[in-house]
């Protein structure tokens, strides 16, 4: 519950007018920050919400493969330059940031626990190269992609982006390095 | 088994909408950024170009709707910009060279309309003009003194201003063709200048066979 209430809290702050536009005002913060803090809101949130509706989400999210498809879609909708662009400028796009970003946050928790490694490996591994890619679209552009946003902006966003994938570059080294004998000790009897 | 038809219909459902959000948020995969968005907005509308009053480097004042029953090339500027605004006036100069000159003033005028009222007055205009080699009659150099009025056009192009912090401005660019009624025709991407070239003689020969 108490996550719940976090969670609300959190969504009540990103909702306050003045700090929404500053965060928006700021390329980085508003794709780095703010879409990640509203899924988070979701996430948190999410805790009694699936308690309460268990049966439902049992039933048409049996495999988490339904929550996970939702969720790549809509991040992916969001990582489309225009969607950043039009939230700042059509009324309509913003809704559906705040109310669609929480809701794949709900959605990945129930469906996190319930896919199989070899999913979660896969969802990984389909961010990291996409992550890279906006790094290397906004440090690269020579044009100004976003109408909304400075060129200066859109490459502090790309250094972002870099950031993001190299972290997540190393943590797959990590992963694939490290013992991790404890986690599958019948494999590691092979030579 | 039962439970799998639900999660096999979610799954299904939710394809289908991710799929419907692109479609959608793309203008069915056309627009990828904000500005194709809203080139292919405006093409699809071809709003009317509003009766603004322009005020031009040689201090005459008059409204648009005078211009009208010829085709008009426009270009959004601003004389203090320094980056984008002279590559589009240099690159809008290259399509002035080479539209046949039967057609020129006759058919077609050009004119490069500032959205910086403030800063540029006629005399600004005219040292602007003679920077681009314009003759100031068949390529005009105008600003829209009134900031409603000016607002009013900025909005209905979609063409978005903003201060860079530094004392300038960065905006969309494009070279916009206006027809002889008065309605846009064509948004043409500045760096293609052969594209556009090729564009405008296309239109000017069609209305000639009409």
Known sequence: MKQAILGIILYGILCIPPLTNYMESIMIVHMLIQLPLLILVGWLIGKPILRKFQHFFANWNTNGVPGIILFIFITMYWMLPRAIDEAVSEWYIELFKFIGLPIIGLCIRDSWSKIQTLGRSFIFLNYLPMFGLMAWLYIDSPIQICNNYLESQQKVLGWGFLVITIWMVLYVIQAVFTDQSDHNTKKSTGT | ?210
């Open chain 2, 1 to 210: 088994m039962k439970r799998n038809w639900r999660n096999l219909t979610a799954t299904i459902l939710t394809v289908i909408l991710g799929c419907v959000l692109f479609y959608v948020g793309t203008d069915g995969f056309r627009a990828y950024t904000a500005e194709s968005a809203r080139t292919y907005k405006l093409l699809k509308e071809k709003p009317e170009f509003p009766n603004v009053t322009l005020e031009d480097s040689k201090g005459r004042v008059y409204s648009f709707s005078e211009l009208k029953g010829k085709n008009i090339m426009l270009t959004f500027i601003y004389t203090a910009c320094s980056d984008v605004c002279p590559k589009l006036e240099m690159n809008l100069a290259e399509v002035y060279q080479q539209i046949p000159a039967t057609y020129i003033g006759k058919d077609l005028l050009f004119l490069s309309i500032s959205f910086d009222p403030a800063r540029d007055d006629v005399e600004t205009l005219e040292k602007y003009r003679k920077a681009f080699g314009s003759d100031g009659d068949t390529w005009r150099m105008a600003r829209i003194a009134d900031q409603n009025e000016l607002n009013e056009l900025l909005e209905e192009f979609g063409v978005i201003v903003i201060p860079d912090g530094e004392g300038g401005f960065t905006h969309n660019s494009a070279f916009y063709l206006v027809n002889k009624k008065g309605y846009l025709e064509e948004v043409m991407d500045f760096t293609k200048i052969d594209e556009a070239v090729n564009t405008v003689i296309n239109l000017l020969e069609n209305e000639v066979e009409e």
